[in-house]
Each structure stands twice: as structure tokens, then as C-alpha cells.
């Protein structure tokens, strides 16, 4: 992930990572997440998914709980956005 445009945020003791997306699009990230599932194929969480309020950072969350090489694919794929 660090050859992308994503920022990690720090994440302590998850199976995920969450990344801020500012420097991607200003995209909704409930439409940010369905974009990058549908046009590169890694599935993302918008974070707006877990607040009642609906409220939107411009932040995703990546489950990492995979093989080494799923994520080496994923990783090559979100560099290119």
C-alpha cells in the first residue's frame, strides 16, 4: 500500500486497516467503495457503513485477514488509481 495514494491510519490490534482516500476523490465513500470493487476487483468497507449518522471522512476499510499473494495482487491494483 505504499505505492498509493492512501493514507493508513493506525490500527492496533484489528484484521483491517483503515485508509483515508482524500488524495483519490472526493467521492462519497459509500460510491467510492462500490467504484473500486466494481472498475479494480478490492472489496472496501465505506466506514460511513458504521455510523448512524451516516457520517463520511473519506475513509475505507480493507480487511487483510488474506493470502500473502491476494493481497500483493490487491495492493499492485489500488496503484494504479
Known sequence: MRNTKFTALPSYG???QCYK????????????AI????????AVIPISAF?????????VRFC???KEETLA???E?????
Open 14 to 16: 484489528s484484521y483491517f
Open 77 to 81: 491494483r489500488l496503484s494504479r488509481i
Open 64 to 66: 487483510f485477514a488474506k
Open 35 to 42: 467504484r473500486i470493487t466494481k472498475e479494480y476487483g478490492v
Open 21 to 32: 482516500y482524500e488524495r483519490l476523490s472526493q467521492e462519497a465513500d459509500k460510491d467510492f
Open 51 to 59: 455510523y448512524k449518522s451516516g457520517k463520511d471522512d473519506k475513509v
Open 73 to 75: 495482487l490487491a495492493a
